[in-house]
């Protein structure tokens, strides 16, 4: 199993390009997430979606939107690039929690994006 | 609302020196807490979690409901120790929010 997948590793945009990051998973797991990743600031949640075919917001959802394709993929579009959103971009996701216990959030190696 | 506060930036320590990284929380709700950790260009990966009162990698951490603390804990550092350390904290069932890291460098 190749676990969580990001595409690309990398990306250098200019202020106003657009572009998605994808993400796909072959856990068969309900929920995925993306997070936005800055220093000082820890990991902050941007969207997430409990299942296919829904998608909700999380802490930092300005400038972004999400498509929850199929169970495996999660994509994140940035419409118009700010430098503001320079970051490492990490999707991750979670089985169903079980009863009485919360299950483990696998993560994907990241995504090192620059907005010049 | 919920937290989750990692007052270190940084923590230093020579090998086989004790580490406490310290985690604290704010949360109406019965806590569910974790540790990840993420080594230098690696992914994040779940360290330990409070609920397995489990130990890895000799790291502990026990969840202080009174002093709403869950400090990760581990007697002598070793040199393959140093990362970046967050703690979490799950809320609506689902979702993790993250402190914002503390940095461990362990010198040989």
């Known amino acids: 199993n190749a676990g969580v997948t990001q595409t690309p590793k990398f990306q250098v945009l200019k202020t106003g390009q657009s572009m998605t990051l994808q993400c796909a998973q072959d856990?068969?797991?309900?929920?995925m997430y993306w997070y936005r990743q800055d220093p000082g600031m820890g990991l902050r949640l941007i969207y997430y979606?409990?299942?296919?075919?829904?998608?909700d917001k999380g802490e930092v959802p300005n400038g972004y939107n999400v498509s929850r394709l199929n169970k495996r993929e999660f994509s994140l579009r940035l419409e118009s690039a700010a430098p503001s959103q320079t970051s490492v971009y990490f999707c991750?996701?979670?089985?169903?929690?079980?009863?009485?216990?919360?299950?483990?959030?696998?993560f994907g190696p990241g995504t090192r994006l620059t907005v010049l | 609302a919920q937290r989750v506060t990692q007052p270190e930036k940084l923590l230093s320590v020579f090998k086989g020196a004790p580490v406490e990284l310290k985690c604290n929380y704010s949360?109406?709700?019965?806590?569910?807490l974790f540790w990840y950790v993420q080594y230098s260009r690696q992914r994040l990966q779940l360290l330990l979690r409070?609920?397995s009162r489990e130990s890895i990698k000799g790291f502990t951490a026990d969840l202080n409901k009174g002093e709403t603390s869950f400090h990760l804990k581990k007697p002598f550092a070793q040199e393959e120790d140093s990362a970046m350390y967050y703690c979490?904290?799950?809320?609506?069932?689902?979702?993790?929010?993250f402190g914002t890291g503390t940095r461990l460098q362990v010198f040989p």
């Open positions: 991750a996701s979670l089985t169903l929690p079980g009863t009485g216990s919360y299950n483990e959030q696998f």
């Open positions: 856990m068969n797991h309900n929920s």
């Open positions: 979606s409990a299942s296919e075919g829904t998608t």
């Open positions: 949360y109406s709700g019965s806590p569910e």
């Open positions: 409070h609920i």
């Open positions: 979490a904290l799950a809320y609506n069932t689902d979702k993790l929010i």
